[in-house]
């Protein structure tokens, strides 16, 4: 038991942490934990969950994917340009924008595993591409309203329960399966403990990168479709706050972002974080510019505590101790 509970220490402290976060923010907001408020924040955290999923699967393989932002608008645009706000249209649109995500996903990671390209490089070069992209293609003015199962999907219910979170939880489901039981999830922990050492070793790296930043794709796309349904339209620039999003509930998650270990239920704890902390700042009187600050921090703090370098420094202050209670 204590060494499950080691292993799994960081979700662990994930989950304490909203939990902590959670009755905090109940003191500063009245109503906070009132069952209504409760389910409007899950549904916002189902959109960062979701687009965060894929994300998972390329930080947990070594990489970071910044292109999902604008994977996210343009999945978003071109479903409702093309349903025109009738359900009907919906049977092409959401295959092919889902297929439109996946295949960015996949020349991302065709670029950086086989022209080795670094992720920071090819993904944002990839973003920047596709935000030109969908300006030239809409004018700067997308104005199509999202249809209504779109809608219903986003903020409709069965009984007491958002249709989105039952989404999300399957997507939660197929995200642990594929990480704990399949032979993709054993490679993709080995390529991002060492890259090097798992090519060695026999790992299909270039098909493990290439299926790792799909999946960032798909689901950078499906989080666009979905939020449609929320906003009840597209619009320019919607995908621009999960970047940082995507990548903090991650790193609130207990994943390393330089690679090698993480999981997804860890990764919902950090969705939930990170809308209690929208909700919370409110309530502090503090700006959007606070939490971009919350956000920055988390990310430099998880990766200064992954780094190479400050586990040395950790280990010579430990070497230190140990060596004047000897003497």
Request: charged letters at 5%; one cysteine or more.
């Amino acid at each position: 038991m204590s060494r499950v509970l080691a292993r799994h220490r960081a979700i662990l402290l994930a989950y304490l942490g909203m939990i902590v976060l959670l009755v905090i923010t109940s003191f500063f907001s009245e109503g906070f934990l009132a069952g209504s408020h409760l389910r409007t924040m899950v549904m916002l955290s189902a959109f960062i969950g979701i687009v965060a999923l894929g994300q998972t699967f390329v930080i947990i393989g070594g990489g970071i994917d910044l292109s999902v932002p604008w994977v996210l608008n343009c999945a978003a645009v071109l479903v409702t340009l093309m349903a025109n706000g009738s359900d009907g249209p919906l049977l092409y649109a959401i295959p092919i924008a889902l297929a439109g995500g996946a295949l960015v996903g996949a020349i991302n990671g065709f670029g950086i595993a086989l022209f080795g390209v670094p992720p920071i490089i090819m993904t944002l070069a990839v973003n920047v591409i596709l935000q030109g992209g969908i300006l030239v293609y809409t004018g700067g003015a997308p104005t199509a309203s999202a249809p209504p199962l779109i809608q219903y999907l986003a903020v409709g219910r069965i009984g007491p329960v958002p249709v989105i979170v039952i989404l999300w939880m399957l997507l939660a489901v197929l995200a642990t399966l594929l990480l704990s039981k399949s032979a993709f999830g054993r490679y993709l922990y080995a390529q991002g403990t060492s890259a090097t050492v798992a090519e060695f070793s026999g790992v299909p790296t270039l098909r493990v990168t290439v299926l790792a930043y799909t999946l960032s794709g798909l689901t950078a796309a499906l989080a666009g479709i979905l939020l449609t349904g929320y906003t009840a339209q597209a619009y320019l620039g919607m995908g621009d706050p999960y970047l940082f999003t995507s990548i903090a509930a991650v790193a609130i998650g207990g994943a390393s972002i330089l690679g090698g270990s993480g999981h997804y239920i860890g990764t919902i704890a950090g969705a939930l974080v990170l809308t209690i902390l929208t909700g919370l700042l409110p309530a502090l009187n503090l700006s959007n510019g606070a939490l971009l600050i919350v956000y920055g921090v988390v990310i430099l703090v998880t990766v200064s505590l992954a780094s190479e370098a400050l586990s040395d420094f950790f280990s010579i202050i430990a070497r230190s101790i140990g060596r004047k209670r000897d003497a």
